[in-house]
């Protein structure tokens, strides 16, 4: 194998681990999920039971079993749009001047 080869086998290589390890986060991503939402009110029931009466606190707590999946979800979008290349031309154009000027150097 000559190096044009095996540097081509490099990159095919951390694509698929960038590709494997973004399919584990959307698979993690979903079961924290669905367990966080399938047991919502037995957290808040729990936080209840054991005599939290602030209704900010309370309030608070409803808001980040709302918006943590947002956000992370908002991550994952943008992760996702990294590794598939999915990339507004701006950046690719940004890319591939960087990528020039450093192999001129």
């Known amino acids: 194998m000559d190096n044009y080869d095996s540097e081509k086998y490099i990159q095919a290589k951390k694509w698929v681990d960038n590709l494997k390890n973004f399919y584990a986060h959307v698979a993690i991503y979903l079961l924290m999920n669905v367990l966080l939402f399938t047991f919502k009110e037995n957290i808040m029931n729990f936080f209840k039971d054991q005599g939290v009466k602030d ?6 707590m409803e808001w980040n079993i709302i918006f943590i999946p947002i956000i992370w979800g908002v991550v994952l979008l943008v992760i996702g749009i990294y590794y598939f290349k999915l990339k507004p031309a701006f950046f690719r154009n940004w890319e591939e001047r960087q990528i020039r000027k450093y192999m001129e150097e």
């Open 55 to 60: 209704q900010e606190f309370l309030g608070w």
